[in-house]
């Protein structure tokens, strides 16, 4: 079976102030590294156009309710001082709930074998009823969720290995035992949360890195927390928060990661799934703001998912 690759034009119409390092641009880089010779094999499909009450598996109806309302006609509305909407946003983020539970639907009834969402804006900061840090919506929960209610899948797990530590899907998962989080991220940094005392109901592994730490450290926090972690919860499915701004060149980080840590990091989860959950993995693109770094990190973790 292959990897699908799901990805939209509209994600390139959710615009933001000059400056701001969630920008379009990020789409075009990883769409022409994905453009080279070694992801012809990749299965390409256009995300779906969500209604927005999927979101509200992990948000409740009047936070969506309220964003929706909030969508401006013209110009920009600012959620808080870094998380914007434009007028294209709103279908943005549709059809990035909507290309998270199809990916999640691919995999589970075995079309292919795992699935890369490549998709903005980024959703593991985004609490229940908070949007912020560039997040509207938790996309990862929201895939969960899915995977849960429609496929009756009972244990999933998400692993995020952005570099700011995932403090929306952190407080969605918190007391729910069914899903695991397993963080590795720098700390401090924004958004101040993951300590590793940070352990819900058991059901949550943070691994906070110092700045300059690279590779070495990660491969160590895979080896002795996250991965053994993760065969003890045994998940039916493993969602990954794909961001990759702990790259040595990310400008919002001071990690030291290379592309081919991602690679590895991505083989590393694909071993787990195929033990535990039939090799069951959906990735969704978080942070990246270096657009050479995200671009040749994206095509480090996708590579993997293919299997080279």
Not at 7 to 27: C, D, F, K, Q, W
Not at 160 to 174: R, S
Request: net charge negative; proline share 6%; aromatic share 6%.
């Amino acid at each position: 079976m292959s990897t699908l690759l799901i990805s939209h034009p509209s994600y390139a119409e959710h615009l933001v102030p000059p400056g701001h390092p969630e920008r379009p641009e990020r789409m075009r880089a990883v769409e022409q590294a994905l453009e080279a010779e070694a992801f012809q094999a990749l299965l390409r499909e256009a995300a779906p156009l969500a209604e927005p009450e999927v979101a509200k598996l992990a948000h409740p109806a009047r936070f969506v309710d309220a964003l929706e309302e909030a969508r401006p006609r013209e110009g920009m509305v600012r959620i808080d001082g870094d998380t914007v909407m434009s007028p294209g946003t709103w279908e943005a983020v549709l059809r990035a709930l909507g290309a998270s539970i199809h990916a999640v639907d691919e995999v589970v009834e075995g079309r292919v074998k795992n699935a890369f969402c490549a998709q903005r804006p980024p959703g593991h900061h985004a609490e229940a009823e908070v949007a912020m840090g560039f997040c509207l919506f938790n996309f990862a929960v929201v895939a969960a969720k899915h995977a849960q209610k429609k496929h009756g899948l009972e244990k999933i797990a998400i692993v995020d290995f952005d570099v700011h530590h995932g403090n929306g899907t952190q407080a969605l998962v918190w007391s729910d035992k069914s899903i695991f989080y397993g963080s590795t991220h720098q700390m401090p940094l924004f958004p101040g949360t993951g300590a590793r005392s940070e352990i819900g109901v058991g059901n949550v592994v943070n691994c906070p890195m110092r700045a300059g730490d690279g590779g070495s450290r990660f491969h160590e926090a895979f080896d002795q927390s996250i991965l053994p972690s993760l065969r003890t919860f045994s998940p039916d499915l493993i969602i990954i928060s794909a961001g990759f701004d702990a790259h040595a060149r990310d400008p919002l980080g001071s990690l030291e990661l290379t592309a081919e840590d991602y690679g590895w990091m991505t083989r590393a989860l694909l071993d787990v799934a195929e033990e535990t959950a039939g090799g069951r993995v959906v990735s969704v693109l978080e942070g990246g703001y270096d657009l050479k770094g995200l671009a040749d990190s994206t095509a480090a973790h996708v590579r993997a998912l293919m299997g080279s």
